[in-house]
T-cell receptor
């Protein structure tokens, strides 16, 4: 089955700097890659996703890139703010598999003022 | 749009009792719902996948007789933890998807279960 690895496990950045989180996946049939932000005591919130037919997607300060050949995808947060502090999870899914997601282990991002 | 609610948000129960958690999609029809368990500082672990009107599919290692899942309508799924024990204490999160080729899952706020 699919295996998703996520790095780093923790990331501390200065406010205003950029944060990058990287994930790799094992199943070449995976074609949907969402990113979730989870704040303490809350459920995950979808922040951006990308499908395998595109290489990059951007939404304001957040961008995701996908390299299908290398089977890795990354989350980029620019101009980080204290409210970006949270745990971020990447995930991968195979189309028509009922949308079943395989999650990475998560990255604790701390943005210091 | 795409709002998923869970009830209750937290529950404390005695060992041996059963607890029911509800998951509702408020503004869309959820063909498929998922139940996850999350221990502190860990990732989400999928417990089961349920499609409306059919039996849930459980992940390996998840006891179907202990974690009863019902998905009777397109907007409601329930998870019942039967004969709960302290080791069942966890954060339970549901998610909902419209299914088909759209894989987006929208997550509920989670339910914190503490078994004494």
């Amino acid at each position: 089955g699919e295996n998703v690895e996520q790095h780093p496990s923790t990331l501390s950045v200065q406010e205003g700097d950029s944060a990058v989180i990287k994930c790799t996946y094992s199943d070449s049939a995976s074609n949907y890659f969402p990113w979730y932000k989870q704040e303490l005591g809350k459920g995950p919130q979808l922040i951006i996703d990308i499908r395998s037919n595109v290489g990059e997607k951007k939404d304001q300060r957040i961008a995701v890139t996908l390299n299908k050949t290398a089977k890795h995808f990354s989350l980029h947060i620019t101009e980080t703010q204290p409210e970006d502090s949270a745990v971020y999870f990447c995930a991968a899914s195979i189309e028509y598999s009922w949308g079943k997601l395989q999650f990475g282990a998560g990255t604790q991002v701390v943005v210091t003022p | 749009g795409a709002v998923v609610s869970q009830h209750p948000s937290w529950v404390i129960c005695k060992s041996g009792t059963s607890v029911k958690i509800e998951c509702r999609s408020l503004d869309f029809q959820a063909t498929t719902m998922f139940w996850y368990r999350q221990f502190p500082k860990q990732s989400l672990m999928l417990m089961a996948t349920s499609n409306e009107g059919s039996k849930a599919t459980y992940e390996q290692g998840v006891e179907k007789d202990k974690f009863l899942i019902n998905h009777a309508s397109l907007t409601l799924s329930t998870l019942t933890v039967t004969s709960a024990h302290p080791e069942d204490s966890s954060f339970y999160i549901c998610s909902a998807s419209e299914g088909g080729s759209y894989n987006e899952q929208f997550f509920g706020p989670g339910t914190r279960l503490t078994v004494l």
